[in-house]
């Protein structure tokens, strides 16, 4: 299955995203890209993970010379959101019943206070990065972003539309623009 997809120029972002899933999505992105620069597929359907791994793709997708078209199916939630702005608005598309997930990130910090007061201090720096990454490819104002992943935010296909996380709904390849 894995080398079909890869002939039709498609990569699947599925499951977990940790640094595993993050190194075999970077080098079939830098495999493809390597080949030619024509279109490439990313569909996704994650529950999120770590957050390092995460943009690790996402840089990725921006890195590259082919133009990147993202789909999100099934849950497209945390980390995943970041994953699907590796393509422009215009080529972010969602299938009709994916559902989508914006929340703060969350960490697990012990050992010595200082350790957990640093660990804090981190997280609401990738909580702030999040926020405005968020900002920049929705539209939304920074503030009203803030809000709304404060707690476990949910949206449905048509919401994440209006919202600005894709550009269409879609239910066909052939609606790929």
Wanted: proline share 4%.
């Amino acid at each position: 299955m894995g080398l079909r997809m890869l002939q039709t120029r498609t990569v699947l972002v599925s499951g977990g995203v940790d640094a595993k899933l993050a190194e075999k999505v970077i080098a079939q992105l830098l495999i493809l890209d390597a080949e030619n620069h024509d279109p490439i597929r990313v569909m996704i359907t994650s529950q999120g993970g770590h957050v390092d791994s995460g943009f690790a793709i996402h840089d990725t997708l921006r890195f590259i010379d082919s133009p990147i078209i993202t789909i999100g199916t099934g849950w497209v939630a945390s980390i995943a959101v970041p994953i699907l702005f590796g393509a422009p608005k215009e080529r972010r598309y969602s299938l009709p019943n994916t559902r989508f997930l914006l929340h703060q990130p969350s960490g697990g910090a012990g050992g010595q206070a200082s350790d957990i007061r640093i660990e804090a201090e981190e997280i609401l720096k990738v909580r702030e990065r999040l926020n405005r990454l968020i900002a920049d490819e929705t539209g939304q104002p920074i503030e009203k972003v803030a809000q709304d992943s404060d707690r476990n935010f949910w949206m449905d296909a048509a919401q994440a539309e209006e919202y600005g996380l894709v550009g269409q709904v879609i239910s066909t390849a052939a609606e790929l623009a």
